[in-house]
């Protein structure tokens, strides 16, 4: 059985070849030039899909890259750019009228792609981690743009061939007509094969501009069934297969878009739960420490002392009754460690003393999680004033640079080894998640101390308020 269009027309010409020599050529090399467009046909969608492909596997192996930098993915990366530029370079045959727009975004868009993944490879090398993220999120955003122009392209070239089906067509019958009018000896021969083979192929060739109209219209789930085994059937299958891509294309976006939605409200809500909870762990300990204090000096005295300390012990209350999420200014947070040391005078007096120099007018604009000073000088004094038999002294000074702002609480007490260091405490640990937390980055407090010489903890404070968290922002994911 024939199963090709070539084969078909040969068995028509074998049939005449005295009295069809002529027109036979002629129909040959008319279905030599239409299997030369059919081919370029494909070689357009596929050159498409290889490139929509390439531009994934080369924003996975940069990603890959980026996470463990090693020579062989360096390579990977060169010889996928490398084809990318290749196929980059063979655009030009989709050019036509109605597809030129879309055309020159579509490759503007690949070039940028390259573009921000070399960005971000050069910054990795650099060392700038920050911009590298920031390249590579770019050109995930543009990877997104490249595969909806190339459904965009994709349907242009199938409204483009429609007209190219249709013409196809039309010339079948015509070469009818003409083989009928120059032929009148052999007229029912020749109708008879001629009808045979034109129906053949041109039901195929409708089923297909069918198929490629309704794939034109966004309809991807009804596949094209050729009765035939030719190059029709090959074309069908080519289109069934592009259909399941762009389909399973689609299917993995909105899926992948669901799952970065889900990610970020559960890493938002994981933050905000932690964050909660840190702060309910460090206020109940300072407020039990204060009660008990009221209750021994309303024993001890009767003047007008306790009456102040009260006053001072009911701002820090009212002080705390504030949302940790949202923060307070560094000036609110200072006017509540002054009010803490007032209370640690009043316990210790001679034994203990205390100095703050803190009056830059820019702490007003600096955030910061409420009750986070507190634990850190109620620290100094448990761990390295208290067990001092002279007592000592805690200063608590600012530096305003630039970008951020220093806190420094200072001790002269009895200091910690390099095992105590390390281990460290649940408060001073809790501090540290929260500033964590809140300015989303990790280098916020670090500890330095002697045995017998004090220890000194360091705050730093970026002073930009976009880079905290607060009710009316969502942080970084």
């Known amino acids: 059985m024939i199963r090709t269009i070539r084969g078909k027309i040969l068995l028509l010409v074998s049939c ?67 084809s990318l530029l290749e196929d980059y370079e063979k655009l030009h045959i989709f050019q036509h009228n109605s597809n030129q727009i879309h055309l020159i975004d579509y490759m503007n868009q690949m070039k940028e792609q390259m573009e921000l993944i070399h960005s971000a490879l050069l910054s990795h090398e650099h060392q700038l981690f920050a911009n590298a993220e920031d390249y590579y999120n770019r050109a995930t955003q543009v990877q997104h743009l490249l595969n909806e122009t190339t459904f965009t392209l994709i349907q242009a070239e199938l409204i483009e061939n429609k007209a190219y089906y249709a013409k196809m067509i039309q010339l079948s019958k015509q070469f009818q007509q003409d083989t009928l009018l120059g032929l009148l000896l052999a007229v029912c021969v020749l109708f008879f094969l001629a009808y045979l083979l034109a129906t053949n192929i041109t039901r195929s060739i409708r089923t297909l501009a069918t198929g490629a109209k ?20 090959f074309l069908a299958d080519t289109f069934n297969t592009m259909q ?30 932690e964050l909660d909870r840190l702060q309910s762990q460090i206020k109940p300990h300072f407020l039990f420490n204060t009660l008990n204090l009221l209750a021994k000096k309303a024993y001890l005295e009767h003047a007008h002392e306790t009456s102040d300390l009260v006053i001072t012990v009911a701002q820090l209350l009212r002080y705390q009754m504030q949302d940790p999420r949202s923060g307070v200014s560094l000036a609110q947070e200072m006017d509540m460690i002054r009010n803490y040391c007032a209370i640690l005078k009043a316990r210790f007096t001679h034994r203990l003393h205390i100095f703050i120099d ?50 420094y609480i200072r001790d002269d007490g009895l200091g910690m080894s390099m095992t105590q260091l390390e281990s460290g405490g649940m408060g001073i640990y809790n501090v540290k998640r929260r500033l964590q937390l809140f300015y989303q980055r990790q280098d916020v407090l670090q500890i330095t101390s002697q045995i017998n010489k004090g220890t000194t903890i360091k705050l730093s404070l970026p002073r930009e308020p976009s880079k905290v968290i607060t009710n009316d922002s969502n942080p970084s994911c």
Not at 55 to 66: A, D, H, T
Request: cysteine-free; hydrophobic content about 35%.
């Open 16 to 82: 005449i070849v005295l009295l069809y020599s002529l027109y036979g050529f002629t129909f040959f090399f008319i279905h030599q030039q239409q299997i030369k467009q059919y081919n370029e046909v494909l070689e357009r969608f596929l050159l498409l899909q290889r490139i929509s492909s390439q531009s994934e596997q080369l924003l996975q192996v940069s990603r890959s890259y980026l996470n463990t930098p090693d020579p062989a993915r360096k390579r990977r990366y060169e010889t996928i750019k490398k």
């Open 214 to 233: 309704r794939i034109a219209t966004g309809n991807y789930q009804s596949p094209i069934h050729v009765q035939t085994k030719d190059e029709t059937a």
């Open 244 to 273: 399941e891509n762009i389909q399973a294309a689609f299917d993995k976006l909105k899926q992948r878009m669901h799952l970065e939605q889900e990610l970020q409200e559960y890493q938002l809500l994981a933050k905000e739960v």
């Open 358 to 407: 803190a009056t830059e007018p820019v702490l007003q604009s600096i955030k910061i999680p409420s009750f986070t000073l507190q634990p850190l000088v109620e620290n100094a004094f448990q761990h390295g004033i208290e067990p001092k038999e002279t007592g000592g002294t805690i200063r608590i000074s600012i530096e305003v640079k630039t970008n951020d702002v220093y806190v």
